[in-house]
């Protein structure tokens, strides 16, 4: 089995900086695409930003600049680094990524329990 958890949310101001962390553990042979999710109060979760094994990003155009995904292959752990946010990006962040485990084949998505971000003064 795979865990993934996230950790680093919290109440940040209105142009302050928040890091978000999200580990993965378990039987991982390889991890391919992590992302980032959030879901705002009464809205639809929504992609954040993608990164590939390679390094490769893709984020949603309105949070270029703002919010930065990285990733640490050797700790298996992928990053949201949150500058300047908005209290719009209030919400429940989520992390996934498809992972395939140790002896099997194919890949499957693992999803963290998400941690609660409030961006208020």
């Known amino acids: 089995q795979v865990q993934l958890v996230e950790s680093g949310g919290g109440l940040v101001q209105p142009g302050g900086s928040l890091r978000l962390s999200c580990a993965a553990s378990?039987?991982?042979?390889?991890?391919?695409?992590m992302r980032w999710y959030r879901r705002a109060l009464g809205k639809e979760r929504e992609l954040v930003a993608i990164?590939?094994?390679?390094?490769?990003?893709k984020s949603l155009d309105s949070m270029k600049g703002r919010f930065t995904i990285s990733r640490d292959n050797i700790k298996n752990t992928v990053y949201l680094q949150m500058t300047s946010p908005k209290p719009e990006d209030t919400g429940v962040y989520y992390c996934n990524a498809d992972v395939q485990s140790l002896g099997k084949l194919g890949t499957l998505t693992f999803w963290g329990p998400g941690t609660q971000v409030t961006v208020s003064s």
């Open positions: 990164i590939g094994s390679n390094g490769r990003i």
């Open positions: 378990g039987n991982i042979a390889e991890i391919y695409d």
